[in-house]
């Protein structure tokens, strides 16, 4: 009698709780950010409004174009198991910063979220993780990121980050580090990407994959090309673990020029 009183009980408040949050939006050149954004004859205009809605258990699905002047900037966290996902459909959408300043895509304090299949372009920071734990990057490709100004230029970049993935990104072109990790960002995992040091003219960056004050992250499987010290002050470095950075791992990667 008492076991099916608990379960009674129990199957009671479970129908109290409120139902589990998973939408899928859309987001496409020819929308509306006054729409609902659940289909793609109704969604939004931009990247950014979509940012600022989605929430944990979501899914944003980028449709194919040029999204032009965006800064994004998350607004919520996904949780364990119902990760806030960003993603371009089809094609991979472009975010055309076009002044290369400011940052393309920005998440801070924020956790479980996921960013696949995008490209971004001509901002002064790509992606700028801060501060953030679970935070997966894949299948992006990023460019032209602080190429034409002096001191900046950076394509995916880490501060105080934990348990974050990169997997299978391209960077190329960016004025001072592809990829960075700096704040003890610690535990987090590089593989499969191809990064291109010094293309372009003027021919631009000075780091491959940078760490400073950083450890314990892992980085295998990656290519860094085209290693050239052909800008004064660039010197072309592949993979650097500096400035207090210590228990980082390296296995399988290869710089060339």
Known sequence: HVAKVAVALLVMLASRLPPVHADTYYVSTQGNDASDGRGEQTAWRTVAYAAEAARAGDTVLVLPGEYVGEEV?????????????MEGR???????????????????SKSHLVLRNL??????RGIRVQSSAHVSVERVTLRHMGTEKPSIGQGISFAQAQHCVVRDCRVSNCNLHDLYFANQSSQNLVEDC????????PLSADYGIYTENSHHNLIRNCTIANIRPLVEGHHGHGIALRLSSHHNQVANCKSSD
């Open 194 to 201: 191809y990064l291109e040091i010094a293309t372009g003219t």
């Open 119 to 124: 490209e971004l372009a001509n901002y002064a």
């Open 73 to 85: 900037i998350f607004a919520n966290s996904g949780e364990e198991g119902r990760p806030l996902t």
């Open 90 to 108: 089809g094609g991979a959408p472009v975010l055309d910063g076009r002044d290369q300043t400011g940052t393309g895509i920005l998440i801070a």
